[in-house]
């Protein structure tokens, strides 16, 4: 869409909120980020928790998919999608809901005014 505009900037994501939910992907934020990599295979998810985030502390994460061929044969697919110093701790919940198996997180920073 952004080259039929004639528009020189690049989709690098989408960011939604899950308020009092934390940050994880859900099956239908999978299946979105699916369709962002598919375009461009860099694209990260943002994930932000409005309710959680109070004086000063954002609670908000970054996602990136892992491909399931990597899934299968083991491999860590961390190593060929993005520098290993930025990754995040995982939270219980994100690893309930499928981090790790599914997506991993990100290191993302941020101001706050």
Not at 38 to 63: E, Y
Request: one cysteine or more; aromatic letters at 10%; hydrophobic letters at 35%.
């Amino acid at each position: 869409m952004l080259k039929q505009t004639e528009r020189t900037e690049m989709v690098v994501g989408w960011y939604h909120s899950h308020p009092s939910f934390g940050c994880w992907l859900s099956n239908v934020d999978i299946n979105t980020q699916q369709s962002f990599e598919r375009l461009n295979p860099k694209t990260v998810a943002v994930v932000l928790d409005p309710i959680q985030s109070v004086r000063g502390k954002v609670v908000i994460d970054a996602f990136r998919l892992i491909e399931p061929n990597i899934i299968m044969t083991n491999g860590e697919a961390r190593q060929t999608t993005s520098n290993l110093g930025h990754l995040n701790k995982p939270s219980v919940e994100a690893m309930f809901k499928g981090l790790n198996r599914y997506y991993y997180s990100i290191n993302i920073s941020y101001k706050t005014n």
